[in-house]
Antibody, heavy 120, light 110 residues
């Protein structure tokens, strides 16, 4: 069964840091681009970042560029999101997702999400 | 990058069809065939229902179809069922090498 399992969410103070992980199983992780998408409470979806299959290609939304870093360890089938200088507006459910093919073409497998709350 | 524009809500009766629009610009929808649609029922994870404008992943019924004209993409659902009640989001690749989502459309099947 194709599965993504996020972890690492929690309560963090403004200006703090948090590292999210996403463990993949059931597919050849190293063959697919992987994406982080977030959803603030009661609001819509917001694209955060994507990394290509090899991990060399990375792109970010304007709202997180310079503060967040996406990375992957293909030997561990795990995706990461390092979040620094966190702001209240970063509060959201963070989903990792597998790209359907190539990159930027849509995400066909989603994790259950992990909640990050930025508050003092 | 501004969000794509979707109607906040639509409602139809079972058995009817509905078309949800998603309007962007020549820098996103109009410039690329990389439009996706997602269905998110209450309390659930988003589900991909259309990718690359009109392609359906395996397992998605052919009642769901996608199209694009200029800077506007559309999702059509025919033969509406109660189980189709959900929030629907469009997304598109942009010329800035990012992805932008629409604000979402709440579909109510009365």
């Amino acid at each position: 069964e194709v599965q993504l399992l996020e972890s690492g969410g929690g309560l963090v103070q403004p200006g703090g840091s948090q590292r999210l992980s996403c463990a993949a199983s059931g597919f050849t992780f190293s063959s697919y681009a992987m994406t982080w998408v977030r959803q603030p409470p009661g609001k819509g979806l917001e694209w955060v970042a994507v990394t290509g299959a090899s991990g060399y290609t990375k792109y970010y939304s304007d709202s997180v560029r310079g503060r967040f870093t996406i990375s992957r360890d293909n030997s561990k089938s795990t995706l990461y999101l390092e979040m620094n200088s966190l702001r209240v507006e970063d509060t959201a459910v963070y989903y990792c997702a597998k790209d359907v093919a190539g990159i930027f073409n849509g995400m066909d497998v989603w994790g259950q999400g992990t909640t990050v709350t930025v508050s003092s | 990058q501004s969000a794509l524009t979707q109607p906040p809500s639509v409602s139809r009766s079972p058995g009817q069809s509905v078309t949800i629009s998603c309007t962007g610009t020549s820098s996103d929808i109009g410039g690329f065939n990389r439009v996706s649609w997602y269905q998110q029922a209450p309390g659930t994870v988003p589900k991909l229902i259309i990718y690359e404008v009109s392609n359906r992943p395996s397992g998605v019924p052919d009642r769901f179809s996608g199209s694009k004209s200029g800077n506007t993409a559309s999702l059509t659902i025919s033969g509406l069922q109660a189980g189709d009640e959900a929030d629907y989001y469009c997304s598109s690749y942009t010329s800035s090498s990012t992805v932008v989502f629409g604000g979402g459309t709440k579909l109510t099947v009365l």
